[in-house]
């Protein structure tokens, strides 16, 4: 599976952001999907999962009630909507695919390249 994010940019603190992660490959709609960030100094944290049937999200306390994951597997696809974005929110952001119940980036058996998120205030 190979995986590809899209959809950064750079946003005023409190406006929104769609990331899309496109997969290649005929099992992505039996993938437990994943978004980490990585702030420049900082270690890769988990921010939000979905699992393969998109029946089942969870994410991190910090974006909890602002962002959104979600899937279309017709279209090979995860989607992180995110809203009210704050300028801690900066980071790169990867879509990762592993095993279901894990929040480890080491965990994850695929990942694609990041793609750059910038709040400013």
């Known amino acids: 599976v190979q995986l590809q994010a899209s959809g950064g940019g750079l946003v005023q603190a409190g406006g929104s952001l769609r990331l899309s992660c496109a997969a290649s490959g005929r099992t992505f709609s039996s993938l437990a999907m994943r978004w980490f960030r990585q702030a420049p100094g900082k270690e890769r944290e988990f921010v939000a999962a979905?699992?393969?049937?998109?029946?089942?999200?969870y994410y991190a306390d910090s974006v909890k009630g602002r962002f959104t994951i979600s899937r279309d597997n017709a279209k090979n696809t995860v989607y992180l909507q995110m809203n009210s974005l704050k300028p801690e929110d900066t980071a790169v952001y990867s879509c990762?695919?592993?095993?279901?119940?894990?929040?480890?980036?080491?965990?994850?058996?695929?990942w694609g390249k990041g793609t750059q998120v910038t709040v400013s205030s």
């Open positions: 990762a695919a592993g095993p279901p119940g894990s929040r480890s980036a080491d965990d994850m058996d695929y």
């Open positions: 979905i699992s393969w049937s998109g029946g089942s999200t």
